[in-house]
């Protein structure tokens, strides 16, 4: 296993344990426990995991966001899932938005046929490089905490563009609509919306009732939710009343 590979997993682990030992990381992975350590330094100057005593825990977020790698690797099954049904919406040279994000990405992984594809995410624009897609990268200023494009310039873009699709991204999901902890991600978010002829949100049940700094966009703005769970009642009764169509993975239809 490489280094990197293996810090992934160390990441994962950690995370799906709620905390694990160097001892057992060690014994998991098939290394020594010094070899443990120096990974989880490194996994720690980059916020994806916290020292403890004899191991390690999961990161703090900031706020209710998360850092990137370290979302990466969180509930990955139900953002395959949520993928899979999500990528049902995409027709041949359609104009698709992909907004940056971990669930997007599992979207554009999925992506078997030729379209323009736009996005704000440099992650999202590589993994479509190798396909027959158009890819065309928004420019702006890079966030690292979400690896996303945002700022002046990539506005400027965004206002003078326009979308058969939109795959969003958010923070967290309640009775009051689409949110996110950051004023530039909900400026950049807010205008995706804006100039999508149709949008469809993919979110896993864990950002349901979760509460953000800014709202990006009222639930009736979207026209789908692809998810992996049942809203729960409020949210649920919020969603019909707006008309906003919520797609359960694995739901009988």
């Not at 440099?122 to 479509?128: F, G, N, S, T, Y």
């Not at 702006?140 to 506005?155: I, M, Q, T, Y």
């Amino acid at each position: 296993m490489l280094p990197e590979q293996r810090k992934r997993r160390i990441v994962a682990l950690v995370t799906e344990r709620d905390g694990c030992s160097v001892a057992d990381l060690a014994a998991e992975l098939g290394v020594s426990k010094p070899t443990i350590r120096r990974d989880l330094q490194d996994l720690e100057d980059q916020s994806l995991i916290e020292r403890s005593h004899g191991g390690a825990v999961p990161a703090t977020a900031v706020g209710s966001e998360a850092p990137y790698g370290q979302r990466e690797v969180q509930r990955l099954d139900a953002k395959v899932a949520i993928a899979e049904r999500a990528i049902e919406g995409i027709e041949e040279d359609a104009v698709v938005f992909f907004d940056s994000g971990t669930t997007t990405l599992e979207v554009a992984k999925r992506v078997d046929e030729p379209i323009v594809a736009v996005t704000n995410s440099p992650v999202i624009a590589l993994e479509l490089e190798g396909t027959d897609s158009d890819v065309k990268l928004t420019g702006g200023r890079l966030r690292h905490r979400s690896r996303s494009l945002v700022g002046p310039s990539a506005e400027t873009f965004m206002e003078r563009m326009n979308f058969d699709l939109l795959f969003l991204g958010t923070n967290g999901i309640d009775a009051d609509g689409f949110m996110t902890p950051d004023e530039d991600e909900a400026r950049i978010k807010s205008l995706m919306v804006s100039k999508a002829a149709r949008t469809v949100a993919v979110a896993d049940a864990t950002k349901f009732g979760e509460r953000s700094f800014l709202r990006f966009a009222d639930l009736g703005e979207v026209d789908e939710l692809v998810t992996d769970g049942e809203p729960p009642e409020a949210i649920r009764e919020a969603c019909a009343n707006a008309g906003l169509g919520v797609t359960v993975t694995g739901a009988t239809e």
